[in-house]
């Protein structure tokens, strides 16, 4: 019995060297030195200065600035918290819920406030929340619908706003995974810097 404790007991140690120090060391060796930005949460730097990062959503809500998807994550204590990344996590509402109707109404018509020319009907994007609450992403759809009122704001032309959404559109990864997407975080750093 005391040779069976004993094989278990080592047993224990070398899974938990291997699986606890040699394997992630080894992954993580593997990721920085072939996906370095990856690995390193694929920040995004402005003059010397991290702003954010390319997988992690931020609210933006001054019309001259595209806004991005809503995010449905909160706090420890329940309260909203938008693009929390430490609670990552869809609002869980159903179609017919009352509050997701709610919420969607609220949006429609904040959009709506915001650009009251638009007579366009808004992207479903610009109108839910995603299953991450996170999404840094919308559609190409979600950008066209914003151009009026971002040029308005920033007095440009639609055209200059239409060839920024353009260049920094997303086509789909290998051209078949994914659907084609826009950073609005990388779109709104570029509009800034739109002499």
């Not at 991290?50 to 019309?63: A, E, N, R, T």
């Not at 995603?130 to 440009?156: M, N």
């Amino acid at each position: 019995m005391l040779s069976q404790v004993r094989a278990a007991l080592v047993c224990l140690a070398v899974m938990t060297v291997l699986t606890g120090l040699v394997y992630p060391l080894l992954v993580t060796g593997i990721a920085q030195a072939a996906f370095p930005h990856q690995a390193n949460g694929s920040l995004i730097v402005k003059n010397g200065k991290v702003v954010g990062s390319q997988l992690i959503g931020q609210s933006f809500d001054d019309p001259k600035y595209f806004w991005g998807r809503l995010s449905a994550t909160a706090d420890a204590n329940g309260k909203a918290l938008p693009y929390n990344a430490g609670a990552s996590a869809a609002s869980n509402l159903g179609p017919t819920n009352s509050a997701l109707v709610d919420e969607v109404k609220g949006r429609i018509e904040a959009l709506r406030a915001a650009d009251p020319d638009s007579q366009a009907d808004v992207p479903v994007d610009l109108a839910t929340s995603s299953g991450s609450g996170l999404d840094p992403d919308i559609s190409p759809a979600a950008a066209e619908f914003q151009i009026h009122r971002v040029a308005k704001a920033r007095a440009v032309s639609e055209e200059r706003v239409r060839a920024l959404v353009a260049a920094h559109t997303e086509e789909r990864q290998l051209g078949v995974l994914g659907e084609p997407r826009v950073n609005v975080l990388e779109l709104n750093l570029a509009l800034d810097d739109l002499k």
